[in-house]
């Protein structure tokens, strides 16, 4: 699932300005393939090798991401399923790759200054979004401290009365302030809320800006934005061709940082010593490259639904390596995505042995991670007409937590209840297993701050206007951590999610009617 702070960076510069009956069986029925199941084991094998640490972390743009692209087409081919993709069973994604190599970085005063490791001490924040005006790539100026960087008058406080920040690095930090309410405490959690404050800070024209964090969400920043940035090549001006107009911009932990005056938080009015200065820089070099979808199709029975596709999706990427932590710097992502993977091998298989109506359109995406990549270009340039998917079921983490909860995103969150048929017949389906799951909808709403109907690759077929649903397990500790094992997946529960997901897939392939309410049709 998409890091929040990627999907937040492209909103940072927002703060600086001021059901019809269907003909076909019974929603819930059983298929025709009811026995075929979802193997657990088979999960469970397929899982192993997935995670395993010799594919590297599956990384966008790196030699481990075309290995487990390579990996997941030498399966389909071993189930049979016909190649759905551009070239084979791959569809390609042009991206674009920039390096960046940072210079030095140091703190503190002209004669004692502090060097600083990046991506331990600071992460440079290289890019906002696509197509937004670039931070400048180097900084040499004066320290400003400006606390929380807030101007609330909820809270009655404006944390740059009296500061002189112009031309200066507004150091900033990213906790809440200490007479905030349990709900603002809540709302300020929300990243989009805590890098607002970039925003604010933009605007008081200083010559950078660095964004103290708690050491978790730091880690999770630096994870995103130092070292190789990623974006997709086409519809984007290349890094060198857009301009460098915004203030230099990194995050830091706040943790030991000398950034922070010795005085504070108990005294909140305390300053930075005169004379302390932030000296960093980087250099970028970019390059373009393919990554691919990879897309299997199942023909349905019928002469003519079978043009039209009921559509699987996961995706295959996940976040590469790290820093060492115990012996172990490979981030495995077994969760995060490999649960949703190896799930659609397992349903590709079932549709495989009995097909609906409708065909199967199974996309396994690239470079949801960086961005929601992959779903972007496959809807954008589809190997099949977009107006022949009815629906799409996305599956992205899938195998942790209570056995019977299961997260469910998009009927309500969908715009113009474009998804409610089909969030109908999930619970329909639901209903009728013989151990229902407890579906938690907290989630399906665009205004939650974890915000994840936007952050994963559901969210690119829905803005098409195709009903979709999507179905998590939710967040975890081990969540984009070299801890994602698959020895910690509960395979039985993820057969159970694949079961689920199966069924609706036949439900729906079997209408003759497509899941849409009859105002949207």
């Known amino acids: 699932m998409r890091n929040p702070f990627l999907a937040t960076a492209s909103l940072i510069l927002l703060a600086t300005a001021a059901c019809a009956p269907s003909a076909g069986p019974a929603a819930g029925a059983p298929s025709p393939a009811a026995n075929l199941g979802i193997p657990a084991e088979d999960l469970r094998r397929d899982l192993y090798v997935f995670a395993a640490d010799s594919f590297g972390g599956r990384e966008t743009g790196t030699p481990y991401a075309d290995k487990a692209a390579r990996w997941l087409a030498a399966r389909l081919t071993q189930l049979r399923v016909e190649p759905g993709g551009d070239s084979g069973y791959f569809h390609r994604v042009p991206m674009r790759k920039t390096v960046v190599t940072p210079g030095t970085a140091t703190v503190g005063t002209v004669v004692a200054p502090r060097q600083l490791t990046v991506g331990r001490d600071i992460a440079f924040l290289t890019s906002l979004g696509r197509g937004a005006p670039l931070p400048k790539d180097s900084v040499d100026a004066e320290l400003v401290f400006a606390q929380c960087g807030l101007v609330d008058s909820t809270l009655t406080r404006d944390d740059y009365t009296d500061l002189a920040v112009a031309g200066k690095v507004i150091v900033i930090v990213g906790t809440v302030p200490p007479n905030a309410t349990d709900e603002q405490r809540k709302a300020m959690a929300n990243p989009q809320v805590l890098f607002n404050r970039i925003g604010l800070a933009i605007a008081r024209q200083p010559a950078g800006i660095v964004l103290l964090l708690p050491d978790s969400l730091f880690t999770l920043a630096a994870s995103q934005f130092t070292g190789t940035q990623i974006e997709l090549a086409t519809g984007a001006q290349p890094v060198q061709q857009r301009p460098r107009v915004l203030p230099f911009i990194a995050v830091a932990p706040l943790t030991g940082s000398t950034m922070v005056p010795a005085e504070w938080p108990a005294d909140q009015s305390a300053r930075l010593p005169s004379g302390m200065r932030l000296r960093a820089s980087y250099k970028e070099e970019t390059s373009t490259f393919n990554g691919y979808n990879v897309v299997g199709i199942v023909r349905g029975t019928d002469p003519v639904l079978r043009n039209t596709y009921v559509a699987y999706g996961a995706h295959y990427d996940h976040v590469g390596m790290s820093a060492n932590i115990n012996g172990d710097s490979i981030n495995n992502g077994a969760d995060d995505d490999g649960s949703g993977s190896v799930t659609l091998l397992a349903i590709a298989r079932a549709w495989q042995q009995a097909p609906p109506k409708r065909s199967g359109l199974f996309v396994w995406h690239i470079g949801e991670e960086k961005g929601l990549f992959g779903s972007e270009a496959f809807t954008n340039t589809p190997t099949v007409p977009l107006d022949s ?84 397990t939710g967040l975890h500790p081990q969540y984009h951590q070299v801890t ?15 079961e689920l997901m199966y069924r609706v897939g036949m439900t729906l392939g079997n209408r003759t009617t497509r899941p849409k309410p009859t105002a949207v049709q």
């Not at 206007?465 to 179905?471: A, D, K, S, W, Y």
């Not at 094992?485 to 159970?496: H, P, Q, T």
């Open 484 to 498: 994602d094992e698959a020895a910690l997946i509960n395979y039985e529960k993820m057969a159970r999610i694949g």
């Open 389 to 472: 998917i009815v629906a799409q079921i996305n599956a992205d983490m899938i195998g942790r937590n209570a056995p019977d909860s299961l997260y469910i995103v998009g009927p309500g969150a969908a715009p113009n209840g474009q998804s409610s048929v089909v969030g109908a017949v999930v619970d329909s389906v639901n209903t009728a297993g013989t151990r229902p799951f407890v579906f938690n909808r907290e989630w399906d709403t665009t205004t939650h701050p974890e915000r994840i109907y936007f952050r994963s690759d559901h969210y690119n077929y829905a803005r098409k206007g195709i009903p979709i649903v999507f179905l998590t």
